[in-house]
């Protein structure tokens, strides 16, 4: 097995800890702490369910040996795909007690994306709900482990079919192994892919319990917040930004929604008295033009988080009149940095700014294409460096020769300008993936799956402007022999087992594409011109 590693340069690793970023602490050790110090409070409600600190923690220690007596080793690698429930928070700190390291994948994920995961993380398990959204994860499961049999073990939340259920995990007559260390990797995140197939990011207890430390800190969570998850919780964003772990390292309580819409959700914060929730952009404009006809009360909600891709001023301005709380717009990465704007900033600066980095050694820089630092107020290209930013990716040397620099730099592929202050106003990227309504979605990717097609002789994926996704993906085809129906095109494309969201909304058939007289240009320059070209027809 590849061994799993995140290292930073001691010099920095050492000044990282004396300036009390990284203390030591790992998820396991955390979870007891809270559950000694909070023992009755809340930890999570979800559905009828309602667990304390003390329940969460020995539930979660009760798994983790049942983890272990199945056969997992301390080290196994566990891919979890679970949906917005209780059994999140229990079956990650198990794998954390049982020093199993978790690899999240999304609900939408399918076969590809999972047997992929699977596959680059080595996995052994695979921890799945029965099923979800009438989605019945078991059969997904078997079509994983045909392709990847060293996915040995599947565990499911709900009826086991086949497989085992969580419920009927064996009984552990062993010990519980020792702790981890805390500049060990504690899980695997998944890229947002924005060249071809996701990676995986390897993050370490000190990095990552700092980051969402100090982002409870920034958002003022105190043991009396109630935070909402409403994206999947597999998702940085709701993870740790401060996200449900930030609520449990505040001691306060965390509410799962199993759906982001306002029906579901706005009955949630009444009930809950929910005072915070983090929503992308296009979710924030439903909830707002929801929330003037609603019959629920959600006078509760403290602050809106709104994060994952570009919020418009134009939205941003509306928050606070019709939702009566503070927004705070959140820039961040699955690979590190986060931005916040502050809860007490000027209004100017919520609704103009994507926020500034939560640390004081966070690292930024701004470069033109020269690699050069532009002039103040200038945009270029945002590389960054600090305590809870990656050094590379898994195992993948191609990558990290362009994702990072070499001095440990991460190109983080977004063109931003920064104000005096030292706020980050995002305007755009270098990169040729779709951000479609806060998912990412590789431009490579879809093209390959495309010209597996047999009459598909060429293909090239773009975003386009979109007033509610804030970007859609359009597929440019060249076709071959007999011209496929679109609709047909993308029935497929739901077939070949991948992620719904990444399956284009629009395809538009051309002849050709343009060549340069010298011979083709680059698919970057081709996908811009793709677009050109198509939105200038469309506004003639
Ligand atoms: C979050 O993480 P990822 O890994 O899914 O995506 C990161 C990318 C950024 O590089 C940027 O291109 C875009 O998503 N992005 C934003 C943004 N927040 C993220 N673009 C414009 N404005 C924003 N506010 O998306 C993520 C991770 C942690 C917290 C929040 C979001």
Redesign the pocket.
């Known amino acids: 097995m590849i061994p799993l590693t995140q290292t930073w340069p001691a010099e920095l690793a050492a000044r990282y800890r004396k300036k009390g970023y990284w203390r030591g602490e790992t998820f396991s050790v955390l979870l007891r702490e809270r559950a000694a110090r909070f023992a009755g409070h809340t930890a999570v409600v979800a559905g009828e369910t309602r667990w304390s600190y003390a329940e969460l923690l020995a539930r979660a220690e009760h798994l983790a040996g049942g983890f272990l007596a199945l056969g997992l080793k301390p080290g196994d690698r566990v891919v979890v795909q679970l949906p917005n429930i209780a059994e999140f928070l229990s079956v990650v700190f198990a794998l954390f007690r049982a020093r199993l390291v978790p690899v999240y994948a999304l609900p939408a994920h399918r076969v590809v994306e999972i047997a992929h995961f699977a596959r680059t993380a080595e996995a052994r398990g695979y921890v799945i709900a029965s099923s979800h959204d009438g989605f019945d994860y078991r059969a997904l499961a078997a079509q994983v482990q045909n392709e990847v049999p060293a996915l040995e073990h599947v565990v499911v939340v709900g009826e086991g079919g086949p497989f085992v259920a969580l419920d009927a995990l064996p009984a552990f007559n062993g010990e519980l192994p020792e702790d981890a260390d805390p500049s060990e990797v504690a899980f695997l995140q998944i ?2 892919g924005s060249t071809g197939l996701s990676k995986l990011i390897p993050r370490t207890h000190d990095d990552y319990i700092y980051s969402f430390r100090a982002s409870a800190e920034i958002c003022g969570m105190t043991p009396e917040t109630v935070y909402m998850v409403a994206l999947p919780a597999a ?3 709701p993870m ?2 401060p996200g449900f772990l930030g609520t449990l390292h505040a001691g306060a309580t965390v509410v799962m929604s199993p759906s982001p819409s306002p029906e579901v959700a706005f009955a949630l914060i009444e009930r809950e008295k929910v005072t915070m929730v ?1 929503l992308v952009p296009p979710l924030a404009l439903l909830w707002m033009q929801a929330a003037p006809g609603t019959k629920h009360d959600v006078s509760s909600l403290q602050v809106l988080q ?6 418009m001023p134009e939205a941003a301005r509306r928050v606070r009149p019709i939702l009566g709380c503070t927004l705070q ?7 590190g940095l ?2 916040y704007t502050r809860l007490d900033d000027p209004e100017e600066t919520i609704v103009g700014t ?2 500034r980095p939560i640390s004081p050694d966070d690292e930024v820089l701004i470069l033109d294409d020269e690699g050069r630092p532009v002039a103040e107020g200038e945009a270029g290209n945002l590389l960054t460096r600090g305590p809870y930013t990656i050094r590379a990716y898994h195992n993948n040397d191609g990558a990290n020769a362009r994702a990072f620099t070499p001095d440990g730099y991460y190109r ?3 063109v931003v300008k920064r104000t005096a202050e030292g706020y980050l106003v ?1 305007q755009g ?1 270098a990169t040729d993936h779709i ?1 479609r309504a ?3 979605i590789s431009a490579e990717e879809i093209e390959d799956h495309l010209l597996a097609h047999p009459n598909v002789f060429d293909a090239a994926v773009v975003s386009l402007p979109d007033d509610f996704l804030g970007e859609r993906s359009c597929a440019f085809v060249i076709a071959q022999g007999e011209m496929p129906k679109a609709a047909v095109l993308k029935a497929w494309m739901r077939t070949r087992g991948l992620a719904d969201f990444k399956v284009p909304d629009q395809v538009v058939f051309v002849d050709a594409f343009e060549t340069t007289a010298v011979g083709k240009v680059s698919r970057k320059e081709l996908r811009a011109s793709l677009r050109r070209r198509f939105l200038e027809q469309a506004e003639a």
Do not use: C, I, P, Y
């Not at 709104?306 to 919020?311: H, Q």
């Not at 717009?329 to 690979?335: D, N």
């Open positions: 890229s947002g998702h940085n964003f740790s930004s983090g709104v994060g994952g891709a570009k919020f717009q959140v820039f961040g990465m699955a690979e986060v931005n994507q926020g983080t592929g977004d995002v990227r951000n806060g998912e990412k």
